[in-house]
Structures are given as structure tokens and as C-alpha cells.
């Protein structure tokens, strides 16, 4: 099951926060641990990586905090993924396979449709920044089949993401 991390939830629910802010204005740990119910420990640490990465920077002082580095429309799901979490990869072999252990690696029949699937995955997710996001819209619309599946949903994307 692909599913995000609950760092990667509160990074860009962080961001989207940052993102209403006036230009300038600082945004806190503790106003985001207040405001949305996270531990201010780990939302600071997921802050911290967001800025060690360039997607935030941090102002240190009394009445420090961070803000967004780049304007919404500049930051893309991916970036933001990969600044918490690192490389986004579906299976180890497909970004590291010379340090892949899988038992099956000299006879799998899997490893170049997955190269396929992360190189799309990627494709979808940097095509979706935070300003989609803020404005709860995506670069797609799904098509519901006439039965209205999810899997119908997945296998009726655009071009652009299959």
C-alpha cells in the first residue's frame, strides 16, 4: 500500500500553512502543534529537514520561525516528499540495486514494470505543487466508470500520468 508518513502529512501541512501567510511572517512549532494537533517535537524536526532541504527557511532568534523558501507555485508534492523522507521509491532495486538483497532479483519479472510505475508516480507528484494543493484542485480530474470504482478511478487517469 502506498500511503504517505504521518512527517510527510505534517510537512505539507506545515507548508499549506505558510502558504496563507502574509509574505514575511514567521511561522512557529508551537503555533503549528497548537493549531493542528501535532507533537511540537516532531513538527519541529520535520521543519528542520524542511529547511536543511530548501523548501523552508528558518529565522533563529526570539521571534524566529520558518517560512516557505519559494512561492507555492514553485513546490512540487515530489520536493517536498523527497526533503523529508529522501528518495521516493516504490521498491529498493529499482533506485539501489546493487545493494538489493531480494532473493528473486536474478529472476524477477517485476523490476522494469516497477521502474515504470516510480518513474510515472514521480512524473504525477511533481506535477503537483502546493498552490494545487491550497486551492484543493490537481493537475486531473478523475473519471468515475459507469460502475464508480476506485480502481476504475486509477486506470481512467490522463495520458499525462499513465
Do not use: H, W
Not at 65 to 73: I, V
Not at 108 to 124: A, G, H, S, V
Not at 132 to 161: C, H, M, W, Y
Amino acid at each position: 500500500m502506498l500511503k504517505f508518513s504521518k512527517k510527510i502529512e505534517y510537512a505539507l501541512i506545515s507548508m499549506l500553512f505558510m502558504a496563507d501567510r502574509e509574505k514575511g511572517e514567521l511561522t512557529t512549532s508551537r503555533e503549528l502543534s497548537e493549531n493542528f494537533n501535532i507533537p511540537q517535537e516532531l513538527v519541529g524536526k520535520v521543519l528542520q529537514k524542511l529547511a536543511k532541504n530548501g523548501c523552508v527557511t528558518s529565522v533563529q532568534g526570539v521571534k524566529g520561525g520558518y517560512q516557505l523558501l519559494l512561492p507555492p507555485e514553485m513546490v512540487s508534492l515530489s520536493r517536498v516528499i523527497r526533503a523529508v523522507e529522501g528518495p521516493i521509491r516504490i521498491v529498493n532495486c529499482v533506485n539501489e540495486p546493487e545493494s538489493c538483497t531480494c532473493d528473486q532479483l536474478n529472476y524477477c519479472n517485476m523490476r522494469n514494470p516497477m521502474e515504470t510505475i516510480q518513474y510515472k508516480l514521480t512524473q504525477f507528484l511533481n506535477s503537483i505543487t502546493l498552490k494545487d494543493l491550497q486551492a484543493n484542485s490537481t493537475p486531473f480530474e478523475p473519471r468515475l466508470s459507469k460502475k464508480g470504482s476506485a480502481i476504475n478511478v486509477i486506470s481512467n487517469l490522463p495520458d499525462q500520468v499513465n
